[in-house]
């Protein structure tokens, strides 16, 4: 609803209105005044107004004219229930904002500390592309260093580390603990590989080669939340070395 269009249609009304019974006040005080006429911008508006305020309140806007009623009157309840529906137009996104359920919000401080460590200084200078450039480095690093593993790029590092085949020479794989046997583990396994590895390609490289990218606060904050989650992957899982020949 465009609630932008009701408020400056009602408010135009209500002035039509409001001028209209002021004559009819003047007129009632001089006892040889001429009643005065409608305004013809009056009638028109009035058919819109009890439209916007049907769709704000159904039936407020159905104000009838009652047996015996002289037309101030009639104006009155008229110009009474615009008001009201005014009033809901003009608070309309506060009220609902008000009314919205309460949602969690992430505290940076909390995500894991591979993550928000590094981007913290650059955040504390509003450096967000280069906050989240640091913290995707960090966890690189991080993955290499537990898998002992400095020969490849991070997406590929990604993509083998929790790859489901076995552990080969020179390849240990990241094992997120539980039954391997169960489908929710192999699950597990794929949807983590190819979520760590999108995350390095569709956050650190843009991150690393945009000269300036237009991220705002919350984009930042959930791409840095989106790292802290594999930060946690890694260091939940164990190294998976492949067996040795002899064995």
């Given at each position: 609803?465009?609630?932008?269009?009701?408020?400056?249609?009602?408010?135009?009304?209500?002035?039509?209105?409001?001028?209209?019974?002021?004559?009819?006040?003047?007129?009632?005080?001089?006892?040889?005044?001429?009643?005065?006429?409608?305004?013809?911008?009056l009638?028109?508006?009035?058919?819109?107004?009890?439209?916007?305020?049907?769709?704000?309140?159904?039936?407020?806007?159905?104000?009838?004219?009652?047996?015996?009623?002289?037309?101030?009157?009639?104006?009155?309840?008229?110009?009474?229930?615009?008001?009201?529906?005014?009033?809901?137009?003009?608070s309309a996104e506060e009220v609902a904002a008000f009314l919205r359920p309460a949602s969690p919000a992430i505290a940076a401080d909390s995500l894991h500390p591979w993550v928000w460590e590094p981007a913290a200084p650059l955040w504390a200078a509003e450096a967000r592309q280069d906050a989240v450039l640091a913290a995707a480095r960090t966890l690189n690093r991080r993955l290499q260093q537990k898998l002992e593993?400095?020969?490849?790029?991070?997406?590929?590092l990604c993509m083998q580390a929790f790859d489901v085949k076995?552990?080969?020479?020179?390849?240990?794989?990241?094992?997120?603990?539980?039954?391997?046997?169960?489908?929710?583990?192999?699950?597990?396994?794929?949807?983590?590989?190819?979520?760590?590895?999108?995350?390095?390609?569709?956050?650190?490289?843009?991150a690393a080669h945009e000269e300036a990218v237009d991220w705002s606060r919350q984009d930042a904050l959930e791409h840095l939340a989106a790292l802290s989650v594999i930060a946690r992957w890694i260091e939940e899982c164990t190294t998976e070395q492949a067996p040795s020949p002899n064995q």
């Open positions: 609803m465009d609630h932008a269009f009701a408020v400056d249609k009602l408010t135009s009304f209500l002035s039509l209105v409001g001028g209209y019974l002021y004559e009819v006040e003047l007129a009632s005080k001089d006892i040889g005044a001429e009643w005065p006429d409608w305004p013809e911008k009638v028109v508006q009035e058919a819109v107004a009890r439209q916007i305020v049907n769709a704000y309140s159904p039936g407020l806007g159905d104000v009838d004219r009652e047996d015996g009623e002289n037309e101030a009157t009639y104006w009155y309840r008229v110009r009474t229930a615009a008001a009201q529906a005014l009033g809901m137009a003009s593993r400095h020969d490849i790029g991070e997406t590929d076995e552990a080969q020479p020179g390849k240990p794989r990241l094992r997120f603990p539980g039954d391997r046997n169960m489908a929710t583990w192999r699950a597990r396994q794929e949807g983590a590989k190819y979520f760590a590895a999108g995350a390095f390609l569709a956050i650190r490289n843009v």
